[in-house]
């Protein structure tokens, strides 16, 4: 499945662009991106070259991952043009960058919360050690700007339901090898911050929510992600716990032009959370708005010891977005019709 044979996924697409005026700042410039086969950047991928082809962007744009033959067939067409270059790249090992570019978007390493439990030695080497070969690359050469997409999950656990401010830190627990994502990630933000410091170049952070849409892939275990593909698939949705924990849900396009706007009118060494304050629920309600836009059933079911293990142990993960908004950015799609939206370019695009 493609997002972009889908024509309202084309359509959220130009909307995003025409309410994105920072992506004037990317003419005529060269993007480079790790992660770009993941949920969230491979929808800023997306929105970059559909920029190229409507507004004669003239951005090349270098999209880092292992498998060339799996990015191009992410990617489509779209990989295709001139502007569009494949980067060999493996966030868990050493790595050559042969090209200059101006800016860096760096959102690999694992993302799935099966993988934080099964692989934490990974995790932490992806997030951290990933990373600092970013930073070299970006102090080498020309100097570059850097944006590093970390986590909600850098707050830890609260008591209350108010939504977390940036500086606002909780208890992670640092033996248990699941912190080994919430941990990494906190690591790498000092890290970004660390570079900024000792070799004068420009980082921004940015800590996505519950980011979720029709660019996850099948295999994402992330429970908006399967709970989306088991709904549009004609399947009933399966909760394992009460669904009562509070999520800031975004809908991915949202979070790409979020992004955008933290890459050019954020301060250096500065997080940014990205929510839609207009998407704050529970999981028991994102699962009821995917169920009722595909027409399918809601069912519980008691989660296995593993699974369990797996699970984000914050009950209140929501943020608050006053930071981000006071930079210009709204989002565009409410949890209602970013979960509607998402259902129906599924179904689209796999037809």
């Excluded at 991106?33 to 070259?49: F, H, N, Q, Y």
């Excluded at 082809?53 to 295709?80: L, P």
């Excluded at 270059?85 to 694992?110: K, L, Q, S």
């Excluded at 984000?312 to 929501?318: F, K, L, Y």
Aim: charge should be negative; charged fraction near 25%; aromatic fraction near 10%.
């Amino acid at each position: 499945m493609i997002p972009i044979d889908s024509k309202l996924y084309i359509d959220d697409l130009d909307r995003t662009i025409e309410s994105t005026s920072v992506l004037e700042n990317l003419k005529d410039s060269a993007l480079f991106i790790t992660g770009g086969t993941g949920l969230i950047l491979s929808a800023l991928v997306d929105l970059i070259c559909r920029y190229n082809s409507t507004q004669k962007g003239n951005i090349v744009i270098y999209v880092a991952g292992r498998s060339e033959s799996g990015v191009r067939a992410r990617f489509g067409a779209f990989s295709s043009y001139d502007y569009f270059r494949y980067v060999p790249y493996d966030a868990t090992a050493p790595n050559t960058f042969d090209f200059e570019c101006d800016h860096v978007i760096h959102g690999a390493g694992n993302a799935a919360p099966a993988d934080f439990n099964a692989h934490p030695v990974d995790t932490i080497l992806s997030n951290v050690s990933g990373l600092n070969e970013i930073l070299k690359y970006a102090v080498s050469g020309t100097k570059k700007d850097v944006l590093f997409v970390s986590s909600s999950e850098v707050y830890g656990m609260k008591s209350n339901a108010d939504p977390f401010r940036e500086g606002d830190y909780g208890f992670i627990d640092i033996l248990d090898p699941r912190s080994a994502y919430p941990s990494s990630k906190r690591a790498a933000e000092t890290l970004c911050c660390s570079y900024s410091k000792e070799y004068d170049i420009r980082t921004t952070i940015v800590r996505p929510g519950h980011i979720y849409g029709p660019t996850a892939r099948r295999k994402d275990n992330r429970v908006s992600s399967s709970f989306a593909f088991s709904a549009a698939d004609g399947n009933p949705i399966i909760m394992k716990s009460d669904g009562s924990q509070l999520r800031s849900y975004c809908y991915v396009l949202d979070c790409v032009s979020a992004i955008l706007t933290v890459l050019f009118k954020g301060n250096s060494c500065e997080a940014y959370n990205i929510s839609n304050k207009d998407s704050i629920i529970s999981i028991r309600r994102m699962a009821e708005l995917l169920s009722l836009e595909a027409g399918v059933d809601l069912v519980f079911s008691e989660a296995s010891e593993m699974e369990k293990k797996g699970f984000n142990p914050m009950q209140n993960s929501s943020l608050n977005s006053d930071r981000l908004e006071q930079l210009g950015w709204k989002g565009l799609f409410s949890a209602e019709n970013g979960f509607s939206h998402t259902i129906r370019i599924i179904r689209e695009a796999a037809l």
